[in-house]
Every structure is written in C-alpha cells, then in structure tokens.
C-alpha cells in the first residue's frame, strides 16, 4: 500500500506541474512537450490504477496524437507566444 | 525536423505499427482491441508526417481515407453474418473453423483462435481507427497549402 501510494501520489503531483508548465511557458513547442508528458504521466497512472485498456487509448490519443497535431500546428504558425 | 528525429522515426516507426498490429489481434484476450491498437497504429503515421514533413505522407490520403471505408463495411458485414438468428449472433463461436476453437474454463489461457467474429470485428475497427486517425492527421498537414519550414 505505502509504496504504491506514494507513487501515485508522485505522479498526480507530476501531472499537475507539467499541466502548469504547459500553460506557463512562452516557447510553445515546450509547452506541447510538457503537455505530451503528462499525458503519458497519466497513462501510468491509469495503469497503476489496474485499468490497461484505458492507459493505452490514452498514451496513444492522448501523448501520442494530439502532439503531433499541435506540433504541426506550431510549424504553420510561430513557435512563441506573443505579450 | 533534423536527422536524429529522422533516424529515430525511422526505427520506430515499423515497431509502432508491429505493436498495433499485436493489440488488435489480441483485443479478445489481452486488454486493448480494436481501437487501442488502431491509434497506436496511427502514431506511427503521424511520427512519419512529423519527422519527414508533409511530402512524405501526402500519398497516404486516399489508401486511408479507402482503409477507413472498408473497416466500417466490414464490421456491418460481420453483424449480418449471424442474421439468422439475430443480428450480431457470433456464428464463428465453437464451430471448430476459423477463430472456432472451443474456450478452456477457468481463467483465460490465451488461446488465439477463439472467439468468433470478435477478432474479425476487432480487425474491422482497428483498420477504421487507423484510417480515420490518419487521415485526420494527413489531412491537418495538407490544410493550408502544407509548407514545411
């Protein structure tokens, strides 16, 4: 129980930080970056939480595709936010 | 992008479509199914459009856009098959043939020719996800006049 616990724990506190950043940062490639990776953060938790099924739709539609369309979305337009 | 994307895309872009390949075929035993292993499967089309540009994949439009249409027609072909009875009644279930075998009791052994028409319809619907997110991706790319800076 504790070390899965603080694991999961571990993880929420890691997808809200890179929820942050992704909102936070000018450079929007990293900001897609930082969304990707917590996207696949909460792949994992998805399988720790006993539910593979889900983890894997959501590492594919989630981390996978959905940054690939902003990335490609990024290369038609600019990389950094504008004030 | 640059070489080293362009290199690792192209390692990985055959074991996306392997490891998509292996969640469809195995939606009925292991978790994942159709559309779980027809979005992996997908990645791997938009991992070649991010890392070669839009030239690469501008000929997967209309493969996709064909592969979607015969996904849909084949999993409302699977459905009819059990008419007879009623619609959806899997007929391939325990009749020896094709993904016939009979299920061992118990907890699930992994026997892959099981199942019926599920494989099949598995199949149907991951070459419509895979179709229909590809296309989606391919067609996002074109929008626009698809410059690659």
Same mark, same amino acid.
């Given at each position: 129980?504790?070390?899965?616990?603080?694991?999961?724990?571990?993880? /929420?506190?890691?997808?809200?930080?890179?929820?942050?950043?992704?909102?936070?940062?000018?450079?929007? /490639?990293?900001?897609?970056?930082?969304?990707?990776?917590?996207?696949? /953060? /909460?792949?994992?938790?998805?399988?720790?939480?006993?539910?593979?099924?889900?983890?894997?739709?959501?590492?594919?539609?989630?981390?996978?595709?959905?940054?690939?369309?902003?990335?490609?979305?990024?290369?038609?337009?600019?990389?950094? *936010?504008? *004030? | 992008?640059?070489?080293?994307?362009?290199?690792? $895309?192209?390692?990985?872009?055959?074991?996306?479509?392997?490891?998509?390949?292996?969640?469809?075929?195995? +939606?009925?035993?292991?978790? +994942?199914? +159709?559309?779980?292993?027809?979005?992996?499967?997908?990645?791997?089309?938009?991992?070649?459009?991010?890392?070669? #540009?839009?030239?690469? &994949?501008?000929?997967?439009?209309?493969? @996709?856009?064909? @592969?979607?249409?015969? #996904?849909?027609? $084949?999993?409302?072909?699977?459905?009819?098959? +059990?008419?007879?009875?009623?619609?959806?009644?899997?007929?391939?279930?325990?009749?020896?043939?094709?993904?016939? $075998?009979?299920?061992?009791?118990?907890?699930?052994?992994?026997?892959?020719?099981?199942?019926?028409?599920?494989?099949?319809?598995?199949?149907? &619907?991951?070459?419509?996800?895979?179709?229909? @997110?590809?296309?989606?991706?391919?067609?996002?790319?074109?929008?626009? #006049? #698809?410059?690659?800076?």
């Amino acid at each position: 129980m504790t070390i899965l616990a603080v694991l999961q724990v571990l993880i /929420l506190l890691l997808i809200v930080a890179g929820s942050v950043l992704a909102v936070g940062l000018k450079d929007l /490639l990293a900001s897609v970056i930082a969304l990707g990776a917590s996207s696949l /953060l /909460l792949a994992l938790q998805f399988y720790l939480l006993q539910a593979p099924d889900v983890a894997i739709a959501e590492a594919g539609v989630g981390a996978a595709l959905t940054t690939a369309i902003f990335v490609l979305a990024i290369r038609k337009t600019r990389r950094k *936010e504008e *004030e | 992008m640059s070489v080293v994307v362009r290199t690792i $895309a192209r390692i990985l872009v055959p074991v996306a479509l392997l490891f998509g390949g292996y969640v469809i075929l195995h +939606g009925h035993l292991t978790p +994942g199914g +159709g559309f779980q292993g027809g979005a992996v499967a997908a990645s791997a089309v938009a991992l070649l459009l991010v890392a070669f #540009g839009t030239s690469a &994949v501008k000929g997967l439009k209309s493969p @996709l856009s064909v @592969l979607e249409d015969l #996904g849909g027609v $084949a999993f409302v072909v699977l459905g009819f098959l +059990g008419i007879g009875y009623t619609f959806f009644f899997n007929v391939l279930a325990g009749s020896g043939g094709l993904f016939g $075998a009979p299920v061992a009791p118990g907890p699930n052994p992994g026997y892959l020719n099981t199942g019926g028409t599920l494989p099949p319809m598995n199949w149907a &619907v991951g070459f419509k996800v895979i179709g229909g @997110l590809g296309a989606v991706v391919v067609l996002f790319a074109l929008f626009g #006049g #698809g410059d690659d800076r």
